[in-house]
């Protein structure tokens, strides 16, 4: 069950946090991982892990945001059977606490840069017979988090992005899925909370624990788990769809 033996995974932000688990799990079931990174240190890193574990992995240093830089890439990585659209920005703002340089700031990386690494994923998976899509939405897409405007905007838009390609690529036998977090503690939430909560990091990270209604946050690993089934061909029925992962943050 759920091997991706044989597979080429193309993972950006594989360097942390979900985007590192997932590169991790997926090495370990048998996929080639290509791991599309901003920091290369951390990239290293998760290579180096994967091939301790007699995995096999590449890494390329690109600004998903950038489309000629990701363009690029997809010229090295000739076959494409995944692609999991993980990098993401955060911003902390409403509407009113968020400039317009802000907004395209997240917008370029979390929107645009999924866009790219798809503009230039889809054509390959076209000639290869079919592939997998899985983008990295978020809670804040369904319910709208507080204080993250621009965040919450850019993972809609995701969602839409989404069904779109879903829709578009069916007769070519490309699935598209999105997973939709809530709080997962990565290196992501660690440096929210430094940056905007200094000197009561316990205490905001006990409060935003106990915020799922679960008790606690969620592991890469649990998210890593879920992207392994919706990327393996155990689950060939589905597409278009948003799985939350949300320890019962949108229901209870
Ligand atoms: P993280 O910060 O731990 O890891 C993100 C990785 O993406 C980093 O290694 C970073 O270097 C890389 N990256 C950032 N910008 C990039 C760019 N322009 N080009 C290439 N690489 C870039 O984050 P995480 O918590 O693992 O989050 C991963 C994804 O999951 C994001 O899309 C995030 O929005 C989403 N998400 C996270 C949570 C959470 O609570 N952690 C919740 C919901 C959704």
């Given at each position: 069950?759920?091997?991706?033996?044989?597979?080429h995974?193309?993972?950006?932000?594989?360097?942390s946090?979900?985007?590192?688990?997932?590169?991790?799990?997926?090495?370990k079931?048998g996929?080639?991982?290509h791991?599309?990174?901003l920091?290369a240190?951390?990239a290293?890193?998760t290579?180096?892990?994967?091939k301790?574990n007699?995995?096999?992995a590449?890494?390329y240093s690109a600004?998903v945001?950038k489309?000629?830089?990701?363009?690029?890439?997809f010229?090295?990585v000739?076959?494409?059977d995944i692609l999991v659209?993980n990098?993401?920005?955060?911003?902390?703002?409403?509407?009113?606490?968020t400039?317009?340089?802000?907004?395209?700031?997240?917008?370029?990386v979390?929107?645009?840069?999924?866009?790219?690494?798809l503009?230039?994923?889809?054509?390959?998976?076209?000639?290869n017979?079919?592939?997998?899509?899985?983008?990295?939405?978020s809670?804040?897409a369904?319910?709208?988090i507080?204080d993250?405007?621009?965040?919450?905007m850019?993972?809609?838009a995701?969602?839409a992005?989404?069904l779109?390609v879903?829709?578009?690529?069916?007769?070519?036998?490309?699935?598209?899925n999105?997973?939709s977090?809530?709080?997962?503690?990565?290196?992501f939430?660690?440096?929210?909370?430094?940056?905007?909560y200094?000197?009561?990091?316990?205490?905001m990270f006990?409060?935003?624990?106990?915020?799922?209604?679960?008790?606690?946050?969620?592991?890469?690993?649990?998210?890593a788990?879920?992207?392994?089934y919706?990327c393996?061909?155990?689950?060939?029925?589905i597409?278009?769809?948003?799985?939350p992962?949300?320890?019962?943050?949108?229901?209870?």
């Amino acid at each position: 069950m759920f091997s991706l033996k044989n597979k080429h995974a193309v993972i950006t932000g594989g360097g942390s946090g979900i985007g590192r688990a997932i590169s991790l799990l997926f090495a370990k079931q048998g996929a080639t991982v290509h791991i599309i990174e901003l920091n290369a240190d951390a990239a290293a890193q998760t290579i180096e892990d994967i091939k301790n574990n007699g995995g096999s992995a590449f890494g390329y240093s690109a600004d998903v945001s950038k489309q000629e830089q990701v363009l690029d890439v997809f010229k090295k990585v000739s076959k494409v059977d995944i692609l999991v659209n993980n990098a993401g920005i955060a911003h902390v703002g409403s509407l009113e606490g968020t400039t317009e340089a802000d907004l395209d700031r997240i917008y370029n990386v979390n929107v645009k840069g999924a866009y790219n690494a798809l503009y230039a994923a889809i054509p390959l998976m076209k000639a290869n017979g079919g592939g997998v899509i899985l983008n990295m939405a978020s809670i804040a897409a369904i319910v709208g988090i507080t204080d993250r405007f621009a965040y919450s905007m850019s993972k809609g838009a995701i969602m839409a992005m989404s069904l779109s390609v879903a829709r578009d690529y069916l007769a070519d036998n490309i699935r598209c899925n999105t997973i939709s977090p809530a709080r997962v503690h990565t290196p992501f939430v660690d440096g929210f909370i430094a940056k905007n909560y200094a000197g009561r990091e316990d205490e905001m990270f006990e409060k935003l624990s106990k915020s799922q209604p679960i008790g606690r946050m969620g592991k890469p690993e649990e998210v890593a788990a879920l992207a392994l089934y919706l990327c393996s061909d155990e689950a060939g029925f589905i597409t278009g769809c948003d799985y939350p992962i949300d320890g019962g943050f949108i229901k209870l």
